[in-house]
């Protein structure tokens, strides 16, 4: 078993910046890929970024491409999600979950999630 707690959410105007944390215990965090998802109301819940088990490579939803930096500290058990020039259309519960190994696009493939944390952008 695999827990994840995320952090950071909160309120904050269009254009500003918050930092996502997700720590995790259990299994080994090494050897798992992560993945941050986020669901806004009314909408399926999609990808937004996922990374290496080795924080090598990394995969972002076109439309926080150079705007979202997903990172890891192995050593902290925690995976991160630095987001800048927030937007409204931002807005949705932000969820980290984990694999083992390899990273994958959908949902159905990570076997452990977070509880999720709200993040709304104001205009």
């Known amino acids: 078993q695999v827990q994840l707690v995320e952090s950071g959410g909160g309120l904050v105007q269009a254009g500003g910046s918050l930092r996502l944390s997700c720590a995790a215990s259990?299994?080994?965090?090494?050897?798992?890929?992560m993945g941050w998802f986020r669901q806004a109301p009314g909408n399926e819940r999609e990808l937004v970024a996922t990374?290496?088990?080795?924080?090598?490579?990394?995969y972002y939803l076109d439309s926080v491409k150079g705007r979202f930096t997903i990172s890891r500290d192995n050593a902290k058990n925690t995976v991160y999600l630095q987001m800048n020039s927030l937007k409204p259309e931002d807005t949705a519960v932000y969820y980290c979950?984990?694999?083992?190994?390899?990273?994958?696009?959908?949902?159905?493939?990570?076997?452990?999630w977070g509880q999720g944390t709200q993040v709304t952008v104001s205009s």
């Open positions: 259990g299994r080994t965090f090494s050897n798992y890929s």
């Open positions: 990374i290496t088990w080795r924080g090598v490579s990394t």
């Open positions: 979950a984990a694999r083992p190994y390899s990273t994958s696009r959908r949902s159905d493939d990570y076997d452990y």
